[in-house]
């Protein structure tokens, strides 16, 4: 390159090889983002069709990866944190799913190893899929299954609205838990409408 009057070519030399290891290691933590995204989906999608085998696969790797990269913007890369932000709220997402279908507890942000915006997001995605799995319960007359998601999803929502929320977007997902509760109470009445049962009170 051209000699500059106030700026060393050496010295640009350095800048250049550093922006361009930044710029390799940032196409890579996005690619590990990608692979937990997918795996996440995969877990999910697994776990709604009783598939266990296939969500025991992927579960155990999708925690080393969402460690790796945790780790990696946390420690070494701070000023690519945002981009992994997406995967890890995808993480928490398919690991609200598997603990509750699994154990029938919530997990908490500790125990996933996760900043509390990722996991307070992730858990409020993971109703709209605790959802699905108890409409695909109700389609073969497992109604109490949709009773306790409906308690689940009244807890998830209670707790939300009591952190009063003064970012927009968390609030809006507030409201997306909110909505998905009262679909899944309609969903229940017409069921058992159709049945000729009673409505159960909530407890």
């Known amino acids: 390159m051209k000699k ?27 690619q590990l983002g990608r692979t937990i995204n997918k795996n996440s989906k995969t877990i999910i999608y697994s776990l709604i069709r ?15 990866l969402a460690k790796q990269l ?17 995967p890890l709220q995808e993480y928490v997402e398919a690991e609200v799913v598997y603990h509750y279908l699994k154990e029938k507890r919530l997990p908490t942000h500790e125990e996933l190893g996760v900043p509390e915006e990722a996991y307070v997001t992730g858990l409020m ?13 109700m389609i073969k007359d497992n109604i109490d299954f949709a009773w306790e998601v409906r308690q689940v ?3 998830i929502y209670l707790a ?3 952190l009063n929320f003064k970012n ?24 058992q409408t159709r049945r000729g049962e009673n409505i159960k009170s909530s407890e």
Do not use: H
């Open 125 to 137: 995605d993971a109703a709209g899929e605790l959802l699905r799995k108890a409409v695909e319960e």
């Open 70 to 86: 945790l780790e990696e913007v946390t420690t070494r890369y701070p000023q690519y944190y945002n981009n992994a932000f997406i």
């Open 4 to 30: 500059g009057k106030y700026l060393k070519p050496e010295y640009v030399n350095q800048l250049k090889n550093t922006f361009r290891q930044l710029e390799d290691k940032r196409d890579e933590l996005l």
């Open 50 to 64: 009783d598939d266990w085998e296939e969500a025991e696969k992927y579960i155990q790797e999708n925690r080393q």
């Open 160 to 162: 939300m609205l009591s």
């Open 153 to 155: 999803l009244e807890d």
């Open 168 to 191: 927009f977007d968390y609030r809006k997902k507030v409201d997306y838990v909110g909505g998905i509760l009262n679909r899944l109470i309609d969903y229940i009445f017409q069921k």
